[in-house]
């Protein structure tokens, strides 16, 4: 084992080693070609979003800048985690430097808050234009998409860079293999020969802080919004609103569930194999992404129009 040092830290270790399953190592196996598979339509349904939207001039309105905003960081986190597990599933590709280390960590607790943000910004969107119809398009413009993506770059960059900063100056001497598919801070955390107690109390505080206060108020924007529906006389009018407000429910239901049941199994890890946590992690990264632009797909007509058109054009151009 190398020496401690006070004054260095890359050289110590100048790389970490991802070993993913641990106790169960068969797991990568059958998950590769269910994970690049995930990928693959995570990516192509993200970026015909993005493109629909871009090129169909109808939508362009706050409610799919938003939306972009959403595609666009589930794209990164994807990026981000799934090609480097791939490779460790395909090839046992499970070197990875100190900085890309550091890198990935930062852009994961940057990233996933940066979603529930926009989740919170989007449950705004529907409030307003449920509740108080006749001022949305005062109070929902262009300006205030940008001013919400301001606050979302920087409330989460400011509040979650101290991680990664707290675990690069931890020292590293000697052992560098990282129980985990990716570079989460408690498991490389857990190498150092420091203390790690304000890593784990800081990252503690900034999950409830940040994800909780999120959750907490989308799910009262929610009830607001249910109130107000039940409120309509006209079963109609009833119906059209639970239907706008249905797809963002739906997603956010998809990236809350994945993070509660990821935060109980490390809560009950005597009785869950600590493979569970770094299975349900790794899924966490792809499922919400791969599964978003399509209940908007599916579930949006004016999205489902815009495709339609684009395909409609691509076919016409070939003739």
């Known amino acids: 084992m190398l020496p401690y040092s006070n004054s260095s830290l890359s050289t110590e270790v100048s790389?970490?080693?991802l070993n993913c399953f641990v106790r169960s190592p068969s797991w990568q196996h059958w998950l590769s070609l269910p994970l690049s598979l995930l990928f693959l339509l995570a990516m192509g349904a993200n970026a015909t979003l993005l493109i629909t939207i871009r090129l169909e001039a109808s939508l362009h309105e706050p409610m799919y800048y938003l939306l972009s905003l959403l595609s666009l960081l589930d794209m990164a986190l994807c990026l981000t985690v799934i090609p480097k597990v791939l490779?460790?599933?395909?090839f046992d590709l499970r070197p990875i430097s100190f900085s890309a280390c550091f890198l990935q960590m930062f852009i994961m607790n940057n990233f996933l808050p940066m979603e529930s943000c926009t989740f919170l910004v989007m449950a705004y969107d529907r409030y307003v234009a449920i509740c108080k119809p006749l001022h949305?398009?005062?109070?929902?413009?262009?300006?205030f998409v940008a001013r919400a993506l301001v606050f979302i770059l920087a409330r989460n960059t400011f509040l979650t860079a101290p991680i990664p900063i707290l675990s690069a100056r931890l020292h590293y001497c000697g052992r560098n293999i990282i129980e985990n598919c990716i570079c989460a801070n408690l498991s490389m955390s857990k190498l150092s020969c420091g203390n790690i107690t304000l890593n784990k109390i800081y990252q503690l505080i900034l999950?409830?802080?940040l994800l909780g206060s999120?959750?907490?108020l989308i799910f009262l924007s929610y009830i607001f919004i249910l109130r107000a529906v039940l409120r309509l006389n006209t079963k109609g009018a009833a119906a059209k609103a639970l239907s706008t407000c249905g797809s963002h429910f739906i997603l956010i239901l998809f990236f809350s569930t994945i993070l509660l049941?990821?935060?109980f199994t490390h809560l009950a890890k005597e009785k869950?194999?600590?493979d569970v946590p770094v299975l349900l992690n790794v899924l966490h990264h792809v499922i919400p992404a791969a599964l978003n632009p399509i209940v908007y797909g599916v579930r949006t007509q004016e999205i489902k129009q815009g495709i339609w058109k684009l395909l409609?054009?691509?076919?016409?151009?070939?003739k």
């Open 136 to 143: 949305y398009p005062s109070i929902i413009t262009d300006q």
């Open 207 to 209: 999950a409830w802080t």
């Open 87 to 90: 490779a460790i599933f395909w």
């Open 261 to 263: 049941v990821l935060v």
């Open 272 to 274: 869950v194999s600590p």
């Open 15 to 17: 790389e970490f080693l």
């Open 312 to 318: 409609r054009k691509g076919s016409d151009s070939r």
């Open 214 to 216: 999120d959750l907490i």
